[in-house]
Structures are given as structure tokens and as C-alpha cells.
């Protein structure tokens, strides 16, 4: 679960700058090279997802779910349901965030 919210938040890095410039003010003549880390969203984005899913995979079909003796299953649960939201807040935003943009303004 940890590395698939790693993936969610590595995914989303190329629009944190831009964002970060948004929230504080600063000119948007600055932002032209934010886009360095673009080419990495979309491994990201494969990499965080096939984690959440092996994730689900691992405690509802599998055999012999994960870290059974050191955590009971219904925490492992709640942790699970905890995080796919966050994974799914910084996978989504720099989707999402445009059209927002767009239908408020």
C-alpha cells in the first residue's frame, strides 16, 4: 500500500510545481519548464494502480493474505480502504484539476 501511494504521488510530481505556483500567486511566464517529469505520469500511474490492485488481489483472493501475523486482517482492511483515496486524489488530480479550472472560471 505504501508503495502504491509512492507511485500515486510520483505520478502527480510534474504538476506540483505548477500547482505549488498557482496556490502561492507567481506568474505563469515561469512555468514553461515544469514539465520535466512529465514522461514519468503514465508508468506511474500503471505502477501505482497494479500495486492497489496486487494489494486487493492479496487480501480478498489470496491463500495466504500479507502481514497476517504481525496485523490483523480487519486493519489491513481498513488500512487498504484508507488508502485508495489518497492514491486516487494524486492520481486523478492533475486530470481532474484543468476541467475544474475550465467549469469554475
Keep these: 500500500m505504501a508503495a502504491a501511494v509512492i ?5 502527480s510530481l510534474c504538476c506540483i510545481g505548477p500547482l505549488v505556483y498557482l496556490v502561492f500567486g507567481a506568474s505563469a511566464a515561469s512555468l514553461s519548464g515544469m514539465q520535466s517529469l ?6 506511474m500511474l ?3 494502480t497494479g500495486l492497489i490492485l496486487l494489494g486487493f488481489w ?3 483472493f489470496s491463500s495466504k493474505p500479507m502481514c497476517t501475523g504481525v496485523i490483523n486482517r480487519n486493519k489491513l482492511l ?3 480502504w484508507l488508502t ?4 486516487l486524489a494524486f492520481q486523478l488530480y492533475p486530470f481532474i484539476l ?3 479550472f ?3 472560471a
Design 98 to 100: 484543468p476541467w475544474l
Design 58 to 60: 492479496r487480501l480478498y
Design 78 to 80: 481498513l488500512l487498504y
Design 38 to 43: 512529465g514522461w514519468l505520469q503514465m508508468p
Design 84 to 87: 485508495i483515496p489518497i492514491v
Design 7 to 11: 507511485a500515486a504521488v510520483a505520478s
Design 102 to 104: 475550465e467549469v469554475f
Design 46 to 48: 500503471l505502477l501505482s
